[in-house]
């Protein structure tokens, strides 16, 4: 593809025509929550845009937020996005390899300083100077220091890059962090999940392309249009959460209704993500749809809030041994004190006549 | 580690462990009061004075006769607290978790409508009670740290409960949080003031009742 192709003529050759442009920027607008005034606007910013320059970093993950994204199961305008970034390093990706790959993402950050996007997926080990995970001899945290330096903005990919994810989780060995507590004087992106909701990501990706700018964030700067409900707000399953109706177990009654899995340990009331509206597949479903409870994976330290299946309501107890123990000291204390107050209070002896 | 984190895990153990060893303390106290001795032959047997005990414990949901309207508005007010209380308590999914997650028991949860509304009726009663409280010159004047403090102990949960059931202000873990630690609170307090008649009423009413049945008078 040719770097000053525009996306509109690209999108032609690929069998998209005006309309179908049209209609994914009103998808988009209403995705992210924008009036569908805004709706022309975007197609015809996104008909004129040039390709977006990205450096693409993986650093402590599991590759399968690339592989969502990759995955897409037919060739909507959404997943074209994908094809209309440049992507100009990606090391699970690009045929190079070796001192071969690291020359080219010298020169890709040089020739798009300032003006790249930098995606990262994966946390970043700090402990022992971050050499728990490092590329051509350079630890991750040196890598996002430098790269991030020159980027426009910085997305967070996934949960690991967004919160530190699984390989933060408790006894967190390698020192993990997420890319937000490293990047100081840059915006950054959350854009959590594990893996994220690929049509987020193109979302962010055409908002971008399209102003020049990042959506809306939230407090934890994720996407608000995209995380400012919890799947709980968005589940179909919330009339039966409403009046009482649980599944007691995954393959009861109740479960097989459709009934709310709340006390089989969902997470969705405390869950923002947009699986539910979005869904996952091609719009074919999400986990709540398919009969298993949200695990909560797009929020913070989600690997180390108890059991996925002890309900939100449940708690961790201290235990009977422990509650028996409390119970001696304060009955050996409360007996202490009242024969003290009776020897205070003794009554005289009664005179006999 | 998370507000809510916190809230279901060490705030929980604390407070349940302080609860138990408050608990502890006040049996304890109250075992070892100093009685003083009968002197008098016993009217009735063993058997009238079970049933004295168990007339005891019931009559007193009625209000005698003679108090009947000088006491009519706390009586309702606080029939509505109770028994409001109580649908939410035992009828509420997420606390028959909770509760069946402690003892192993549970039973089919209200709808949520039926629970909200019941907290609704709780938390205007309770508004009431306190008014009625800061209003009337000799209740006024008998109420003490405890009667204000047990009241807002009270308040706190219902009050965080609505909040939570409809999710108004802020996200469903702050409220879930903030709902928990106002529990918490309650349990820390509960040996401590008067809210522990929530566990002594019956046996206080009962022994009473097996006292008068002793004795020969009407319980
Ligand atoms: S299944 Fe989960 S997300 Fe859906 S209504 Fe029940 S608790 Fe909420």
């Known amino acids: 593809m040719d770097d000053n192709e525009t996306m509109g003529a690209m999108l032609a050759r690929r069998g998209f025509g005006r309309r179908g442009l049209l209609k994914f920027a009103i998808a988009m607008t209403s995705s992210l929550a924008l009036p569908p005034s805004v709706a022309p606007v975007m197609a015809a910013s996104l008909a004129r845009a040039r390709r977006q320059s990205v450096i693409w970093l993986s650093f402590q993950e599991c590759t399968g937020c690339l592989e969502t994204l990759l995955r897409s199961p037919s060739p909507t305008i959404s997943s074209l996005i994908f094809d209309f970034i440049s992507l100009d390093y990606q090391e699970t990706l690009m045929a190079a390899a070796g001192s071969a790959a690291e020359q080219t993402l010298r020169e890709a950050v040089a020739a798009g300083k300032g003006e790249y996007l930098l995606a990262i997926d994966g946390s970043i080990p700090v402990r022992d100077g971050g050499v728990y995970s490092m590329t051509g001899g350079r630890s991750n945290v040196s890598m996002l220091e430098t790269i991030a330096a020159d980027a426009k903005a910085v997305l967070a990919i996934g949960t690991c890059a967004a919160f530190g994810g699984i390989p933060k989780a408790y006894p967190n060995p390698t020192g993990a962090v997420a890319v937000e507590d490293l990047v100081a004087g840059k915006p950054v992106v959350n854009i959590p999940g594990c893996p994220p909701v690929p049509e987020v990501l193109s979302g962010v990706l055409a908002y971008f392309i399209s102003f020049g700018a990042l959506p809306a964030l939230d407090d934890r700067r994720r996407p608000l249009a995209y995380f400012g409900t919890t799947i709980h707000d968005q589940c179909y399953r919330r009339p039966f959460y409403d009046q009482g109706k649980f599944a007691k177990s995954f393959d009861d009654d109740g479960a097989r209704q459709g009934w709310c899995l709340f006390e089989l340990g969902c997470k969705g009331p405390t869950t923002h993500n947009a699986c539910a509206s979005l869904k996952w597949n091609g719009g074919t479903s999400f986990p709540v749809e398919s009969g298993h409870g949200c695990i909560g994976c797009s929020e913070p330290d989600f690997w180390d809030a108890g059991s996925f299946y002890t309900p939100l309501a449940g708690a961790t107890l201290p235990g009977w041994r422990n509650a028996a123990i409390a119970a001696s000291v304060g009955l050996v204390g409360g007996a202490a004190a009242a024969l003290s107050g009776r020897r205070k209070t003794a009554p005289k002896p009664e005179k006999t006549p | ?219």
């Open chain 2, 1 to 219: 580690m998370t507000m809510l984190e916190i809230a279901r895990g060490p705030a929980m153990q604390v407070s349940i462990l302080i609860m138990v060893g408050g608990i502890g303390w006040r049996l304890a106290g109250i075992l070892l009061l100093r009685r003083r001795p009968q002197r008098a032959a016993p009217r009735h047997g063993f058997v009238r004075r079970i049933c004295g005990g168990l007339s005891a414990i019931l009559s007193r949901f009625i209000p005698r006769r003679t108090f009947r309207r000088g006491t009519a508005v706390s009586v309702v007010l606080s029939a509505v607290f109770h028994l409001g209380l109580a649908v939410v308590l035992f009828g509420g999914a997420p606390h028959i978790l909770l509760i069946r997650q402690i003892t192993g028991l549970t039973w089919p949860g209200l709808p949520k409508g039926i629970v909200v509304m019941a907290s609704g009726l709780t938390l205007a009663s309770m508004i009431a009670l306190l008014v009625r409280r800061m209003t009337h010159p000799v209740l006024r004047l008998l109420s003490t740290v405890d009667d204000y403090l047990s009241w807002l102990v009270v308040f706190l949960p219902v009050f965080t409960g609505i909040l939570l059931s409809g999710e108004t202000i802020g996200g469903y873990a702050t409220l879930l949080s903030l709902h928990i630690l106002s529990v918490e609170l309650l349990l820390v307090w509960l040996p401590f003031g008067k809210l522990m008649h929530g566990l002594l009423v019956f046996a206080g009413r009962g022994a009473m009742g097996v006292t008068f049945a002793r004795k020969g008078a009407a319980t």
